[in-house]
């Protein structure tokens, strides 16, 4: 009985202890409850002054209140993302803070300001920027995050992303010092919620400072653009905006500074603020202060602290007596011309920002126009009746210019020429509608059109020129004109080269049609010609690797490109063995000597049967070279020599300096691959099949410079036995006059005679290779000159030795440049060429006429031109009047004595020296020979 009554009293007391356990969870239950609805309505709180409080900061710090209080925390944080201005470093920063009494604040430690991610919050970056929450102990944090949040006396922390517009702007932090406090799911979300009305706050805040930024300044520009549309009163204007730039930015004071071309100086226009008056009318120097260096360099210009910058110039301050400390300058663009530049300065540091700039450009923008408007203004007047004449129906191009040059006047049909609107091109300089080469010549044109005026002043007629030029399109085209161009007197304004000359009127008239037809069949003509050669030079040449040379030098002669070389592919692997290059540096040829099939560019060539085009060469360049071999390549271009659809070699260009291979130039380079590749193919089948002929072509070739040594020796030598003959005839007395004939004929025949051995011995040299070259610094120019003079002597001496003989007269003109040019050469064998091009001009001058030998040079070679007026060279003999024993077929040819040989040994010395040479020529105008010779340093 007694152990029944016991059992039953500890079921009672088990029972009533699990009764009171539930009662204390469920009480807990009850306060967690009752604390959860309390920081959610602390969270409703928080979002109502989000959304009814005046002031943006007074609400964010109110909010931090209201939730670090229903939190029960000891400090709550509000912390900003930003990046730093001047080194780019991603930073946080504490921006608000709330304390419980008598707790310690953080506000002044350097461990919650300018705070890096990179050095102790990577992750934490990480997550918030992905919107996920981090809380938790201390104690369970890295141990570098631990150190600092330990430091600052945190044993619990609640960190939430503040998200505006998806993107991380900052976070909500709150510590618990003293206790080891978890945080719940429903408290979490609650305060997720309060950090993205934060967030939505925070965008609202920014899209209403932007909104009114904008709005003033569409209001302040609209208002600009009234008041410059309203007058012509440049100054009235300007004060305008200057007042309106100064209330609205709130600085101490603005000023417009306009460039004076006469002087280059700058001068303040217009001004408001304090001491205003001493500031209008000031001069600047060229490049002087901030303004004179917007004006050199055109840009914008923010100083946060002028003092600590040397281009301040002080001057200023000391007659004003402000203390300023920033300026922001913008430049005033005219059709890409600075004319002047808007400053607004400030006695506050660091006061001007990007938002500000981007304020003020559009403002400037208006102001520019609005200013050259006003000084145009007189301009427009002068020439208005003009313009709304016939002026503008005429088919002809019209352009007025004043006497400095800058255009004051286009008609409709100049504008449709060159591409521009009337307000691209008044007030610019004529030299812009000219290429620069032909600059020079205008500018010759224009200085005898002064020239007419200031004769014109006496009564005699004004003169007027008329040449053929380039106009130079807005969009870079060319566009060929014949110029008539015709001086006018009188004032017009910005006329600075004194009474009586105001300036020039140019007609342009369009010869496009004509040129383009001449230029189309010329461009068909050199590719045919080019393409033809290149054949002839492949299908004909016994030696492949001489006649791949040849070809590559007019590959590159033709593209007018510096660099390139032939590939051939191993008939024992797929390996390319590099068998011509030219233009390519030691190093490049030796890395491309061999080239693997599939290795590189090049390789890839082969192996895929593609070309390859690269408008510019990478820098780590992977073209089957070492990339430090291919420093300074630009256009590259490798393109498959095949046969019979099979990849036998690789034709490849490039170019030192930056260009581009047009898709005519790619066309061309694919006909000749192709010509290439079938010689090569051609070569192989005919080295395979026999030697026997190669032999054989060779005993012909062997006979036929025989035959032609042979013709060429009999003339001369059967004049010379028939002279010597009558001299020594017993039975015939000759007169002395007669004798004398007849020797001088000996004389003659024996000099031509010396002169076809000289050629041979000559030729021989040079197609083996051993033509020796003394070279020296000469003036080639004076050389020329030399050479000239030395003919005339030798033709007056013939004259007069046989004066019965008619001489046809020959008029010689040298164009020498005023400079010396100097080269490193063989003068004699130079002289040997140029002499040899004279004796051509005068003997295919049957009528006589002007032979013209012209030098010039730049820092690259120098150009030597023979001209003259004689029967011309048919178009089908230009291209091999330079082979050995060509000549022209013609009446004259078969009258004048000639090898053949004299223009072969001019191209193999011409070539010895590094050069080129060339001849263009019309029928029955007359020839011009040209030769090259590189300036070597």
Partial sequence: MVDSTL???????????????????RQQEAFALESYNALLYSVMTAMRYLVTADDFNTALQKVLSVLSVALD????????????????????????????????????????????YGDLFVL?????????????????????????????????????????????WGCLRFDVQYAERTWSEREIAALEAAADSIGGAIQRQQMERDLQR??????????????????????????????????????????IWLMDFETDELVCRQATGPQADIVRGWRLAPGEGFVGHVVRYGESLIVPDLRQDARHFKAVDQHTGLQLRSILTTPLHVNQEVIGVLQVVDTKVNRFSSSDLEFLEPLAASAAIAIENAFLYGETEVLRAFNENIVQSMEEGILLADGDGYITFVNAKMRELVGYAPEDLIGRHWTILIPPEYVAEARKEITRCMQGALSGMDGTPDYTSRYESMLLMQDGQRVPVLVSTRPLSGELPRSGN??????VLTVFTDITERRRAEEVLRQRYEELITLNSIATTLGQSLNLS???????????????????????LDREGPRLSLVVQRGCSPEMASEMQSVEVGEGFVGNVVQLGQPVILAEVPEQPYLGIAPGACVGLHAFAALPAKAKDRVLGVLGVFSHTPRRLNSQEIQLLTAIAHHIGVAVENARLAEEASEIEILREVNRLRSELIANVSHELRTPLGLVKVFCTSLLMDDVDFDQETRLKFLLGIDEQTDRLEVIVDNLLDLSRVESGRLHLDLQPVDLGKLAADTVKAMEVDMKSTTMQLPEVPRTPHRFVVDLPDHPLIV???????????RNLLSNAVKYSPNGGKIIVQVRGDKWQILVRVSDEGIGIPSQDVERIFERFYRVKNETTYSTHGTGLGLSVCRGIVKAHGGRIWVDSTLGVGSNFYFTIPVME
């Fill in 7 to 25: 059992l039953t009293r500890t079921d009672l007391e088990f029972e009533n202890a699990q009764l009171l356990q539930q009662v204390a969870a």
């Fill in 73 to 116: 925390v000891e400090r709550g944080y509000i912390y900003e993302q930003y990046t730093h201005p001047e080194s780019g470093e991603r930073l946080m920063s504490q921006r608000f803070v709330w304390v419980c009494s008598g707790g310690e604040t953080l506000s002044e430690s350097a461990g919650s300001q300018n705070l890096t």
């Fill in 124 to 168: 934490w970056h990480s997550q918030l920027t992905e919107g996920v929450c981090i809380h938790g102990l201390v104690t369970m944090f890295p141990p570098a995050e631990r150190a600092l949040l330990e430091a600052q006396g945190t044993a619990s922390v609640l960190v939430l992303p503040i998200l505006v517009q998806a993107r991380l």
């Fill in 214 to 255: 904008r709005s003033r300044n569409l209001a302040l520009i609209n208002h600009a653009s009234q008041a410059f549309s309203s007058t012509l009163d440049l100054d009235y204007v300007l004060v305008t905006v200057l007042d309106e730039v100064r209330r609205l930015l709130d600085v101490v004071a603005c000023s």
């Fill in 498 to 503: 004194g009474e009586g000359f105001a300036g």
């Fill in 546 to 568: 001489n006649a791949l040379a040849a070809t590559l030098g007019k590959v590159l002669d033709v593209l007018d490109i510096k660099g390139g070389w032939i590939h051939l």
């Fill in 824 to 834: 490193n050469i063989d003068a004699k064998r130079i002289e040997q060429v140029l």
